[in-house]
C-alpha cells in the first residue's frame, strides 16, 4: 500500500507511518449514540484534567508539538481536542465512517488522514515535501506544500501532509464503500501507540459496518 521514500529517513528520522485500508464500508450508517457517549466519556477522562501546557508535555502529543513547532505552527489535532473538551464543539456522529475516525483521533491524538481508496492510485508514497508541490486542500483552495515536511502522494498528486491536512480530490463522502487511512506518526510516537490506534479505529469502523472487510492493517518504518 505504501512506499516510503529515502528522504524520509534522512530529513526526519525515526517516522513510521499506520496504514488502514478497508471496503464494503457503509458510510451513511451513523455511530450508534452509546459508543459515541462511551468515546467521548473516555476523552473527557484522560485528557479534562489538564492544561493547555500539561497537554501538550503529553505523550504522544509532545512528538506532534515538536513537529508542527520546528515549523512554526500548532498542532491543530490539540485545538480540536480543546474545543471538545470545552463544549464549543460537538461531535456530530450523522457519518459514523468519519466520526469514528474523528473520535479516534482524539483519543489516541495520533494524527490520521482518511481517504476514498476508490480515488487513490496504489501504491502511495510518503515522501518530504519540496515546497513547491501543490494541491487542493480539503476546503477547496489550491495550497502549496511547506518545504521539509512529510505529505503522502498518490501517483504525482499529494493527498495530505501534516502541515496542510487532507486533499479534496480523495476526500471520504457519503459515496464512500472503501477507506484508507494514514497515521502520521513521527518521531517521537511509539510503534505500540501507532499499532494501538490502528486496532481501536479498525474495530470502531467495524461497529458501523460489520461486513466490512480490511485490506491491509500495517505500520511501515522509514527504513
Keep these: 500500500m505504501l512506499r516510503v521514500d529515502s528522504a524520509v529517513e534522512k530529513h526526519h528520522p525515526g517516522t513510521q507511518?499506520?496504514?488502514?485500508?478497508m471496503r464494503n464500508i457503509q458510510p451513511k450508517t451513523p455511530l450508534a449514540p452509546e459508543l459515541a457517549a462511551s468515546a467521548m466519556e473516555a476523552i473527557r477522562s484522560r485528557y479534562g484534567q489538564f492544561s493547555r501546557a500539561e497537554l501538550k508535555a503529553l505523550y504522544p502529543v509532545k512528538a506532534y508539538v515538536d513537529y508542527y513547532r520546528k515549523f512554526g505552527y500548532s498542532y491543530h489535532v490539540l485545538g480540536q481536542l480543546e474545543s471538545i473538551l470545552?463544549?464549543?464543539?460537538?461531535?456530530?456522529?450523522?457519518?459514523?465512517?468519519?466520526?469514528?475516525?474523528?473520535?479516534?483521533?482524539?483519543e489516541s491524538m495520533i494524527?490520521?488522514?482518511?481517504?476514498?481508496?476508490?480515488?487513490?492510485t496504489i501504491p502511495l508514497t510518503l515522501g518530504v515535501t519540496s515546497g513547491a508541490e501543490q494541491f487542493q486542500s480539503?476546503?477547496?483552495?489550491?495550497?502549496?506544500?511547506?518545504?521539509g515536511d512529510l505529505m503522502v502522494q498518490s501517483g504525482n498528486t499529494v493527498i495530505s501532509s501534516i502541515l496542510r491536512g487532507p486533499d479534496f480530490g480523495s476526500r471520504i463522502?457519503?459515496?464512500?464503500?472503501?477507506?484508507?487511512?494514514?497515521?502520521?506518526?513521527p518521531r517521537g510516537v511509539e510503534t505500540?501507540?501507532?499499532?494501538s490506534a490502528l486496532h481501536?479505529?479498525?474495530n470502531r469502523l467495524r461497529s458501523v459496518s460489520p461486513n466490512a472487510e480490511t485490506i491491509e492493517s500495517r505500520i511501515y518504518p522509514s527504513t
Excluded: Q, W
Design 173 to 185: 463522502t457519503d459515496a464512500t464503500t472503501s477507506v484508507l487511512f494514514t497515521l502520521y506518526a
Design 111 to 120: 494524527l490520521t488522514a482518511g481517504h476514498d481508496l476508490d480515488t487513490l
Design 138 to 147: 480539503i476546503s477547496g483552495k489550491v495550497v502549496a506544500t511547506i518545504p
Design 86 to 106: 470545552s463544549g464549543k464543539r460537538k461531535v456530530s456522529n450523522a457519518s459514523g465512517l468519519l466520526a469514528s475516525m474523528f473520535l479516534s483521533e482524539l
Design 17 to 21: 507511518m499506520g496504514v488502514l485500508a
Design 192 to 195: 505500540s501507540a501507532l499499532s
Design 200 to 202: 481501536h479505529l479498525e
